[in-house]
């Protein structure tokens, strides 16, 4: 079982509608959850990050976390087709090391 | 702020020749990570370094690959000798100290091994 685990899709929604990204993780005791965008040639760039269980909005970003469930979801209301990239999923486990690991990452196609 | 700035962009070389990436972290951070980015693997973690000493370099593929921080405000990847599946996008990443603090990336390099 990966640590991270994500569809790699591509996931294609019409533009204007909800895409919601979705992953999960098996490390129980990890803390901190972050999505981060990658357009294709260029390198992630943070976008959300949630510690606590519950949904945490920042403008048309929706990030959720189910610690219970060991899952993590990004949620983009009224997408675009400038949202067409894709997104990794990072979970940091618990303890002092900073050990980040990465999902592979949910290509999203913005339909016009 | 200057972000995380990384040497060479691009970087196309034999088989056999020695490579070396480079990266400056983001002033004041205290942890750097060397990442290689692959279509099949996706962004794997090479190595972790804090306040300069390596805590993690279990994702180091094999001895041909060594990383090393002389200060804190410079870090190299080496390989050598290079092989074709080494081929891939390195990407260096710093964060402050801190467990929720997140990871900025740099522009990253992409290697390419004839």
């Known amino acids: 079982q990966k640590e991270v685990e994500q569809n790699s899709g591509p996931l294609s929604v019409p533009e204007g509608a909800i895409a919601s990204l979705n992953c999960t993780y098996s490390?129980?005791?990890?803390?901190?959850f972050f999505w981060y965008r990658q357009y294709s040639g260029k390198s992630p760039e943070l976008i959300m990050f949630?510690?606590?269980?519950g949904d945490k909005e920042d403008g048309r970003f929706t990030a959720q976390l189910n610690k219970a469930s060991q899952y993590v979801s990004l949620l983009i209301r009224d997408s675009q087709p400038s949202d067409s990239a894709t997104y990794l999923c990072?979970?940091?486990?618990?303890?002092?090391?900073?050990?980040?690991?990465f999902g592979i990452g949910t290509k999203l196609q913005v339909i016009p | 702020d200057a972000g995380v700035i990384q040497s060479p962009r691009h970087e196309v070389t034999e088989m056999g020749q020695e490579v070396t990436l480079r990266c400056k972290p983001i002033?004041?951070?205290?942890?750097l990570f060397w990442y290689r980015q692959t279509m099949m693997r996706g962004l794997e973690l090479l190595i972790y370094?804090?306040?300069?000493?390596?805590?993690?370099d279990s994702g180091m593929p094999e001895d041909r690959f060594s990383a090393k921080m002389p200060n804190a405000s410079f870090s190299t990847l080496k390989i050598q000798p290079s092989e074709p599946r080494d081929s891939a996008v390195y990407f260096c990443?710093?964060?402050?100290?801190?467990?929720?603090?997140?990871?900025?990336f740099g522009d990253g390099t992409r290697l390419s091994i004839l």
């Open positions: 990443a710093s964060s402050p100290h801190g467990s929720n603090q997140p990871q900025h």
């Open positions: 490390d129980r005791g990890s803390q901190s």
């Open positions: 949630i510690y606590s269980n």
């Open positions: 990072a979970v940091k486990s618990a303890g002092g090391y900073q050990k980040v690991t």
């Open positions: 002033s004041g951070h205290n942890s």
């Open positions: 370094f804090n306040n300069n000493v390596p805590i993690d």
